[in-house]
């Protein structure tokens, strides 16, 4: 592992442990109305984190961020379980573009959860639920999902080098878990029944 993701994990350990106790399972993903209301959370937090991060020249830093979008799995994983999204309005406002090392921060808050994702389809599969059917976004990269990590792994090492790229990542990483945080915690209106259900 290099000094850039020893100094991310070392640095943000409190905050993951944070968000794993909020998103749990027995809870989150214990019923459809339960797992419904946790993805309406979690989209408000990708398509603003996601539409932050597009600003960044990621071909820059050798990252195809396009590939790695989410909001549009979960958006599939929406209309399938006829739920629609609240509205604009209540959606996080844009920050303003992050500087690169900061995004990578961001990112590797967003891929880390990626690679949880997998522990939680196994909790979505006792619902039925399966990529085809609702759980795509826990299942986003499938059997690539441990390579796409180390691709981004690469990619993040080769561009953060110096001490200053890696404090600076190390701040985005904390300030995407804190967005994650308060996402979470948030009290969201009951997803409502939508596309034509």
Same mark, same amino acid.
């Given at each position: ?110 891929? %880390?959860?990626?690679? $949880? *994702?997998? /522990?939680?389809?196994?909790?979505? =599969? &006792?619902? +039925?639920? %399966?990529?085809?059917? $609702? *759980?795509? /976004?826990?299942?986003?990269?499938? =059997? &690539?999902? +441990? ?16 001490? +200053? ?33």
């Amino acid at each position: 592992m290099s000094s850039l993701f020893e100094r991310l994990k070392s640095s943000t350990g409190q905050e993951h442990n944070d968000i794993e106790a909020i998103i749990d399972p027995l809870k989150n993903f214990c019923s459809l109305p339960a797992y419904q209301a946790h993805l309406v959370k979690t989209w408000i937090l990708y398509q603003s984190l996601e539409a932050e991060l597009a600003a960044v020249d990621w071909s820059a830093i050798g990252i195809d961020f396009e590939a790695r979008r989410k909001t549009p799995l979960l958006e599939e994983d929406l209309r399938f379980l006829h739920v629609a999204p609240v509205s604009h309005a209540s959606v996080d406002s844009y920050a303003p573009q992050p500087d690169p090392a900061f995004a990578l921060g961001c990112l590797y808050v967003l891929e %880390g959860a990626t690679l $949880g *994702g997998q /522990f939680i389809s196994r909790h979505l =599969a &006792k619902l +039925g639920i %399966g990529p085809a059917n $609702g *759980g795509l /976004f826990f299942n986003s990269y499938g =059997a &690539k999902t +441990g390579e796409m990590w180390k691709a981004f792994q690469t990619s993040a090492s080769r561009y953060c080098t110096t001490e +200053g790229q890696i404090e600076r990542a190390v701040k985005g990483a904390k300030a995407t878990f804190g967005r994650f945080r308060d996402s979470m915690l948030k009290t969201e209106p009951t997803p409502t029944p939508a596309y034509g259900s």
